[in-house]
């Protein structure tokens, strides 16, 4: 089994239904985390939890906002704990084709981080 996640008639991603929930629990939580709502939703299959719509403009919001929030942290385990979801969001922003950078700026992130969720969201890009 496996769920998709689509943007009209197009699947941006098909993952397994454990990836894939385990990227909803997630997503969940950085929605409460950020007060932002993901555009990720029911599909067009009412009741269907393996079918989900992506809004590409709600989508690109809250990508944005939180690559910003990756970046601003220093804390070491908060980053450890969401590179992997980061990158795997910037992904499916990029199959979606919303354009996400991930700028370099000293002042609020460390070259270190900002090099680490570049290279996971390009290893990620096939999805």
Same mark, same amino acid.
């Given at each position: 089994?496996?769920?998709?996640? %689509?943007?009209g ?21 950085? #929605? ?11 599909g ?18 809250? !990508?944005? $906002?939180? !690559? $910003? ?19 795997? @969001?910037? $992904?499916l922003?990029?199959? $979606? #084709?919303?354009?996400?950078?991930i700028p370099? %700026? ?7 981080? !900002? ?5 996971? @969201?390009? #290893?990620?890009?096939?999805?």
């Amino acid at each position: 089994m496996s769920m998709y996640f %689509d943007i009209g008639d197009e699947t941006l991603w098909n993952p397994s239904n454990g990836a894939g929930r385990l990227f909803l629990r997630q997503l969940e939580l950085f #929605e409460a985390e950020l007060n932002l709502p993901s555009g990720i939703g029911q599909g067009k299959y009412w009741g269907d939890p393996d079918t989900l719509e992506v809004d590409p403009a709600v989508y690109a919001e809250f !990508v944005r $906002a939180l !690559v $910003a929030r990756h970046r601003r942290t220093a804390h070491s385990v908060i980053l450890a704990l969401s590179e992997g979801f980061v990158a795997t @969001a910037v $992904a499916l922003a990029r199959r $979606a #084709e919303i354009d996400v950078r991930i700028p370099d %700026d000293p002042r609020t992130t460390s070259a270190a981080v !900002v090099t680490a969720l570049a290279t996971r @969201a390009r #290893e990620l890009d096939g999805l």
